[in-house]
């Protein structure tokens, strides 16, 4: 039997209407406890190589983490997987809200969905109970409709809601998918997976709670109410609550290192009009949180003097549609963010496309013939709306962009490549790594694209007085570093902070949970997995839990023809920064290549092409993986 989870995960093929239920072994789920691990799994044990992201085949994997829905503050993460549209490798997001909690009361550990509907459907799960239903009346209307007729519909206003919008319906490739309106799934073109599936929405609803499932459950309580009680103490997670991520604005651009005109700058002359003061005046109206979380960092805004449904713009947000395009109209923001979200793209990618847009109008690329008339210039707020509203419905010029920068570059052609801003297709999110070089290492290595998630960033282990560098030691984190080096040591550390972070996206884990980056302590996180299973993980394993997830990653993207060279940045971050704090700041070229052959050689990759090697595989349990390297050579 298996503690901290229902053991069972949902299989769902829409061609052939068919569903049935599998159980998880506790063996099985020890090796691959939920979330990022799970989802990595069966994507690469089951996906056929080359798989295109919007056939049939391409399987789609909603995976929750261990502990997502336990009493312990910020497990509510949710991972969907599948190959990317945007990128064409290996595709994941994190969410968290309250859907993932739900459908772990509802009984499921994970859904795993192939195939495609002849006509839209929704899937409906309730306490054990699944079916599809029809979900024509739903297909090209409002999110906020849509969730409130599923409720109708079904007579429970307690159902919780995953859907996607009008761009994942036209397969825009950086569509999001969120829950509850407002908490996304947002990177990596997950919605336009779901739209090729002819997938609507999933709604969930249960009753099981997750202490009934948890080996130790009077311990798990306690652990929950503790660390309830850590969050006002730590300054991290303290500010997180009082100011959210937007309260972050003003800090990187004093630092030079907020994305600023496409990347080519890192302090926005503009912030005093879009910085946290601004926000917390004109459009805060509450704070809020996802499922059990002391944190409460999600802020609440009014639109036109509205409450929005959707919720309010976060940093890369307010980063990706202000400073990055130029715009200090922070009104604007707030009514792109909310447009985003009614159409369910992702916020960051919209941003950076419409910067990159912006800065080849700016050289004559594109020109009022290709916009219909909307001034495409660096700055002008009123270009923000009509552009999302393009892209969200392929309109015009807008279906080029829906396709992401990359792309687009190419069909624009000239130097329009010199101005992506993207890693394997994916957009960068709003963190210059020219002051945060791991940062850098992450956005490079990383098997989605450019993500700013990979590891805890840089100048919270500079310190070696501050109470993050403090509780890293346990991760084996000893010597406080530059945030601007890639020496032998900050290499060190990125491949722990690496496999840490990735174990925490597979047991369910907010990022801005657990330390260095935040309040929960490195023993709080063993000690949680532990009373909710019954096993006794300590650090070695949760580390291998964490590396066996990236090199699923990285053996599926092998597969798909990735290699080193694929592992870089865009030419721009080889270059200086044009004004701030780090005016003239570049990431050092070759620091970072040999940066990159000794993480490689940490991981046991080869360094010439980045693939794992078999030995290293092996000792994570993983042969079967390198049987799949093997039979890719051979064909
Ligand atoms: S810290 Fe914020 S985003 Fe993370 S789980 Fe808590 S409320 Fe949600």
Known sequence: MSFGSSSKILRVNLTSNTLNVEELSDEFYRLYPGGKALAGYYLLREMPAHTDPFDPQNLMVFANGLLTGSPVSTATRYIVSARSPLT???GESEAGGFWGPELKMAGFEALLITGRADEPVYLWIHDGEYELRPANHLWGRPPVEVEADIRAELGDDKIRVLQIG????????????????????????????????????????????????????????????????????????????????????????????????????GTFENVDNIKWEVYEKTLLTARRSCYACAVRCKREVAVDGKVSAYGGPEYETIAAFGSNCGIDDLQMINRANEQCNAYMLDTISTGATIAFAMECFEHGLIGLEDTDGIDLRFGNAEALLPMIDKIAHRQGIGSLLAEGSKRAAAVIGGDAVHFTMEVKGQEL????????????????????????LVVTHDPMLANPESASFKAARPLGITEAQPARSLNDEKINQFFILERWNSMEKAVGFCFFGPAPRSFILPEDVLNAINVATGWNVDMAEALSIGERGTNMARVFNAREGFSRKDDTLPERLFQGLENGALKGQAMPREDFERALTRLYTLKGWDPESGTPSRQRLEELSLGWAADIIEAARVA
């Open 166 to 265: 009008i761009a994942g319906e036209h397969r825009g490739r950086f569509a999001g998918i969120p829950n509850d309106l407002r908490h996304f799934n947002g990177r990596n073109g997950r919605g336009a997976g779901m739209g090729s599936k002819n997938l609507r929405a999933i709604a969930v609803r249960g009753h099981q709670r997750y202490q009934t499932m948890a080996y130790d459950s009077p311990a798990l309580m306690a652990l929950g109410r503790k660390l309830a009680q850590e969050v006002s103490k730590n300054a991290l997670s303290w500010d997180l609550q009082q100011r959210g991520t937007p309260g972050i604005v003003e800090a990187l651009s004093a630092g030079g290192i907020l994305p600023t005109l496409n990347f080519r700058k």
């Open 429 to 452: 999110a709003m963190h210059d790594p020219r002051g945060k070089f791991n940062v850098g290492m992450g956005y490079a290595i990383s098997e989605i694209g450019a993500d700013h």
């Open 88 to 90: 064409n490798g290996y």
